[in-house]
């Protein structure tokens, strides 16, 4: 769905392809690196490990009868690199060439970014005497994955590390006081990891080794980290489905599919997925038994992320400690 703007935008779709990458202005990235299908480029593993940059050698489609005949003036191709762990964000303007397409490069530098880039296209003019609107994007970003070997745009979860108090994020200091927060409004779902909020906290959970303690707290803190994570993401996925021209619930794509397809045989056993589905939408929208079925919710998210047995653990360790310091 398009944004609504107050003034003359572009209709017609823009389209941005990433033609080669270099790495350190030298050396071609293998083309299996690179996926259009899937728009991502995968950069870890590509045959060069301690790389300091990359150049990503674009080329954009845009409507151009309709850009020519708007009423703006001083079109201007802009492709953009962002990155929301790090606060990141570069540009660079592509050149119209004289097969009308919009040609360029933009370079990626490894120091200032963590996981996962995103990269767009923005056209800006000036309309009704202002400068710099924006008047067309893509639908679509790519991905610039620091970390994946193989361009697999979906990916199951992302975490971020960040002091929610003291960082660049501003909509993260409401909270502070948490150790870790979970958001699931865009395309992959985010874990915050709250820097600022315990100390070592962070590095507990980062850790390998460490007493016997360290390691039972580390696997608890991770499995109710991943249970918020799933009822989270369940109730994502559940909150805005599509229906067909009949009114049933149409399951939905990416990891919102994944999240449903693995816990609705939980949260409702014995029922097929189109039957739990439309369950769940019904539930959900008419109130009848949703407030009963959180507590299937929380177990079907229990038992993804195996918090039961984490527990267990936990306790048979602690219960093995007591008996040991008594006798």
């Given amino acids: ?9 572009l209709f017609g779709d823009l389209d941005l392809d990433v033609l080669s990458i270099t790495v350190d202005g030298t050396s071609p990235l293998p083309y299996s690196h690179v996926s259009r299908q899937q728009r991502t480029v995968a950069l870890h593993r590509a045959g060069r490990e301690n790389w300091e940059y990359c150049t990503l050698h674009l080329r954009a489609t845009l409507p151009e009868a309709e850009l020519s005949d708007g009423t703006w003036t001083d079109a201007v191709c802009l492709a953009a690199l962002t990155e929301k762990a790090t606060n990141a964000r570069s540009t660079a303007r592509l050149t119209r060439a004289s097969d009308g397409t919009w040609n360029g490069t933009i370079d990626l530098h490894r120091n200032r970014h963590l996981e996962r880039a995103a990269l ?7 309309v009704d005497g202002v400068p710099g609107r924006m008047i067309g994007a893509t639908e679509q970003d790519w991905y610039v994955d620091l970390k994946g070997s193989t361009p697999v745009r979906q990916r199951e979860i992302e975490i971020v590390e960040e002091d ?18 979970v958001e699931t409004t865009g395309e992959v779902p985010t874990v915050y990891l709250n820097t600022g909020a315990v100390e070592g906290f962070v590095d507990l959970l980062n850790g390998s080794g460490g007493s016997p303690a360290e390691r039972l707290l580390r696997d608890v803190l991770a499995g109710q980290i991943a249970q918020d994570a799933w009822t989270a993401m369940f109730h994502t996925a559940v909150s805005d489905l ?16 994944s999240v449903l397809r693995a816990m609705l045989p939980d949260v409702l056993p014995g029922r097929q ?5 439309y369950e769940i939408e019904e ?5 009848f038994g949703w ?9 079907a998210a229990g038992k993804r992320s195996r918090i039961a047995k984490k527990l267990t653990n936990a306790v048979r360790a602690v219960g093995t400690v007591d008996r040991s310091g008594t006798r």
């Fill in 1 to 9: 769905m398009k944004s609504v703007y107050p003034y003359p935008v």
């Fill in 120 to 126: 767009g296209l923005t056209v800006v003019a000036t």
């Fill in 164 to 181: 929610f108090g003291d960082g660049p994020q501003e909509w993260l200091r409401p909270y502070k006081g948490a150790p870790w927060i």
């Fill in 242 to 257: 599509d229906t067909d021209e009949d009114g049933t619930p149409v399951m939905p794509t990416g990891w919102r599919e």
């Fill in 273 to 277: 997925l189109t039957d739990a589905l």
């Fill in 283 to 287: 539930r959900r929208t008419k109130g």
């Fill in 291 to 299: 407030a009963e079925l959180q507590t299937t919710v929380q177990y």
